[in-house]
Every structure is written in C-alpha cells, then in structure tokens.
C-alpha cells in the first residue's frame, strides 16, 4: 500500500536513536524521494555510532540534494536493481506513471551515488525478485531483465566490475566484515562460488547462464560443476 510504516517521522526518529543507541545497525525500507530523506535524517539525528553502518534499502528514486549525504553521513545505499525489469522504458506503467518525470529521472540511481563516494550494496529483495547474483549483477549493468530488451534509466547502468563488488566487497562491509568476507585473499574466509567465465567481464545478457563450476564453504569444496 501507500501508508508508510512510520507515518510520524518524530516517532521513527526516536526509535531509531533508541535502538542504534543500544549499539543495533538500523536497516530502513524507503523507496520514495521523501521516505528516503526521512531516514538519513533520522541517522544523522541518532549520531554517530563507532562500528555502526546504517543503510536504506531500496532508494527507488532519490532527490538530488540528498545524494551526497550517503558518503557525508556513512549511510549505506542498500538496491535491488532487479525491480526495474517491472517498468516500462515508455513509462506508461503504473510505477512510471505515478512517480511522474522529474521523479523517473532520478530513479534507480546506482550510478550517480557510486560516483558521489557512497558504499552500494546490491541485493535481490528474495522472495520479490530471484536471489540468483547473475540475474542481479547482469541488471545492475543492463538495467533491466537479462533478454527483455528493456532499458529503463539506462544512464545510471554499472560495470561488471562494479555489480560484482556491489555483491561482494560492499556487502561485506555493510555488516563491518570487510576483514574477513567479500574478498578472495590469504586470511579471509574460503567462502566462494566460481563461474566458468569471469562475472565481471562475462557479457550481462550471459550471465544468468554462466555455469557454476564450485563452491567452498569455510575452505572445504561442497560443489563442482
């Protein structure tokens, strides 16, 4: 529905500094341009917290005066740039159409807060949209489905290198594990999964069927393809 959650940001605010106070990491859904600035304020007003790294999720569409207090403020851009395979580059679907223009201009921005110094996370949203990595690293760089031919808000697209440490390397360090996970390196856990071509430079519309060929969990191999 429309209802946000919180319909009295003074109400979010409090709980907010309560619970990062009590040394919690808040995660905040908020897709729209207000919901979004609702939480950095509540972040920025909940003050810092050493070793705590708030994020938002989603950040469908974004003002452009909020941008830069991602990297400013610490704040975590958690997206699923999955959910744009629903829109319709004609804009004539129902997201589109109520979102308007100016706010469609300004959707999806991976690109545009990468490039401002913020940590993005990229995700699936599962159950909504598949868990698969390949589908999600092939639309962060597509943005849209792998074979729809869509291309909604194409500007803020991202490289394969740049969806791959979306879902490794930034995730890892949303939840301050940068130490130990998101990385292939002496000292770090042997949790991986390897494709037969490289996810990064493997062409996006390919990914989804680039075979898996093994999985280590903590060092030990429990898949080969």
């Known amino acids: 529905g429309l209802t946000p959650f919180w319909p009295e940001p003074e109400k979010?605010?409090?709980?907010?500094?309560?619970?990062?106070?009590?040394?919690?990491?808040?995660?905040?859904?908020?897709?729209?341009?207000m919901g979004v600035r609702y939480a950095l304020d509540a972040y920025q007003l909940a003050g810092a917290a050493p070793g705590l790294r708030h994020r938002i999720?989603?950040?469908?569409?974004?003002?452009?005066?909020?941008?830069?207090r991602f990297a400013a403020e610490g704040v975590v851009a958690s997206m699923q740039t999955?959910?744009?395979?629903?829109?319709?580059?004609?804009?004539?679907?129902n997201w589109t159409t109520r979102?308007?223009?100016?706010?469609?201009?300004?959707?999806?921005?991976?690109?545009?807060?990468?490039?401002?110094?913020?940590?993005?996370?990229?995700?699936?949203?599962?159950p909504v949209a598949r868990?698969?990595?390949r589908i999600g690293m092939a639309s962060a760089q597509l943005r849209h489905a792998p074979g729809n031919?869509?291309?909604?808000?194409?500007?803020?697209?991202?490289?394969?290198?740049e969806a791959l440490h979306g879902y490794t390397v930034a995730p890892a360090y949303t939840i301050s594990e940068e130490h130990r996970l998101g990385r292939i390196k002496v000292g770090y856990c042997a949790d991986l999964t390897a494709y037969a071509e490289d996810p990064a430079l493997?062409?996006?519309e390919d990914l989804p069927a680039n075979p898996c060929v093994l999985t280590m969990v903590d060092g030990e191999v429990v898949h080969r393809g």
Not at 149 to 161: I, R, V
Request: proline content about 8%; charged content about 25%.
């Open 12 to 33: 979010y605010q409090r709980a907010v500094k309560r619970f990062a106070g009590a040394g919690f990491q808040c995660a905040t859904h908020a897709c729209g341009d």
């Open 57 to 68: 999720e989603h950040i469908e569409t974004l003002q452009a005066s909020d941008l830069p």
């Open 82 to 93: 999955q959910h744009m395979m629903w829109l319709d580059p004609g804009r004539r679907c």
């Open 99 to 126: 979102m308007g223009d100016a706010r469609c201009d300004r959707a999806f921005p991976t690109r545009s807060l990468l490039e401002s110094g913020a940590v993005v996370a990229l995700g699936s949203d599962w």
């Open 131 to 133: 868990f698969d990595p």
């Open 149 to 161: 031919g869509k291309e909604p808000f194409d500007d803020q697209a991202l490289s394969g290198l």
């Open 202 to 204: 493997c062409p996006p």
